[in-house]
Antibody
Framework: EVQLVESGGGLVQPGGSLRLSCAASGFTFSSYAMNWVRQAPGKGLEWVSGINADGSVTYYADSVKGRFTVSRDYSKNTLFLQMNSLRAEDTAVYYC?????????????WGQGALVTVSS | QSVLTQPPSASGTPGQRVTISCSGSSSNIGSDTVNWYQQLPGTAPKLLIYNNNQRPSGVPDRFSGSRSGTSASLAITGLQSEDEADYYCAAWCDSLRGWVFGGGTKLTVL
C-alpha cells in the first residue's frame, strides 16, 4: 500500500525557515517523480515544486522560486521541501504527491498534508 | 487568479447529470492532457480522471472526462450525495514548466 506521510509543519515567523519531509513507502521511491502542492486556508490547490525520479531536475512555481528547494533522499525514501524567507502568503497545508510515472504524469497518491503557518 | 478557469460552484439533485468545465490555453490544456481531482471535505485530493478521460482503478464509471481544444470537462452521472466535494482540473504548462490548477468547483448535491 502506497503511503505518504508529511511532517515538519508548524508556526514560523515571517522571514524564517522550515523544512518539510514526506516519508514514502509501498512503492519504489527511486522510480517516480514527486511533487509538493499547497492549499491556503479556504482556497484552491497550488502546485509548488516537483522533482524527477533520479533527482537531477527540479521545477518550481514562480511564487516560490529562489526561496524553496526540493530534494529527495533515496536511502530514507523521503522527499523534502526546504522553505526559506517565508511570507504570510506561504501559509497553507502542504501536500506531497507521487506521480504515476514521470514529471508530467498525474498525481496518483497524496499525503495527508502538513500545515505551515507564517505569522508573527 | 488561476491559470485554468472553472466555475466556482455547481449543483444537482440525486440521480442528475452534472458537468464541470475547465478552460485553459494553448500552452496548457491545448498541448497536454488534463487531470481531474476530487477533494472531499477535510481530506487530501484524490485523482479522479487522468489523461483527459481515463479512470484510475476504483473510480466509478459515473465519472467521465473529455477534452476539446483548450477546454475540458468533467461529467458526473447518477449524482450521489457522496459526490459533494471540490473538483479541480490540472494540466502541465510548458511555458511555465510546471503544473497549473483550476480554481476549483464546489459541487453541492441538493
Amino acid at each position: 500500500e502506497v503511503q505518504l506521510v508529511e511532517s515538519g509543519g508548524g508556526l514560523v515567523q515571517p522571514g524564517g525557515s522550515l523544512r518539510l519531509s514526506c516519508a514514502a513507502s509501498g512503492f519504489t521511491f527511486s522510480s517516480y517523480a514527486m511533487n509538493w502542492v499547497r492549499q491556503a486556508p479556504g482556497k484552491g490547490l497550488e502546485w509548488v515544486s516537483g522533482i524527477n525520479a533520479d533527482g537531477s531536475v527540479t521545477y518550481y512555481a514562480d511564487s516560490v522560486k529562489g526561496r524553496f528547494t526540493v530534494s529527495r533522499d533515496y536511502s530514507k525514501n523521503t522527499l523534502f521541501l526546504q522553505m526559506n524567507s517565508l511570507r504570510a502568503e506561504d501559509t497553507a497545508v502542504y501536500y506531497c504527491a507521487k506521480t504515476r510515472q514521470y514529471t508530467g504524469s498525474p498525481f496518483d497518491y497524496w499525503g495527508q498534508g502538513a500545515l505551515v503557518t507564517v505569522s508573527s | 487568479q488561476s491559470v485554468l478557469t472553472q466555475p466556482p460552484s455547481a449543483s444537482g439533485t440525486p440521480g442528475q447529470r452534472v458537468t464541470i468545465s475547465c478552460s485553459g490555453s494553448s500552452s496548457n490544456i491545448g498541448s497536454d492532457t488534463v487531470n481531474w481531482y476530487q477533494q472531499l471535505p477535510g481530506t487530501a485530493p484524490k485523482l479522479l480522471i487522468y489523461n483527459n478521460n481515463q479512470r484510475p482503478s476504483g473510480v466509478p464509471d459515473r465519472f467521465s472526462g473529455s477534452r476539446s481544444g483548450t477546454s475540458a470537462s468533467l461529467a458526473i452521472t447518477g449524482l450521489q450525495s457522496e459526490d459533494e466535494a471540490d473538483y479541480y482540473c490540472a494540466a502541465w504548462c510548458d511555458s511555465l514548466r510546471g503544473w497549473v490548477f483550476g480554481g476549483g468547483t464546489k459541487l453541492t448535491v441538493l
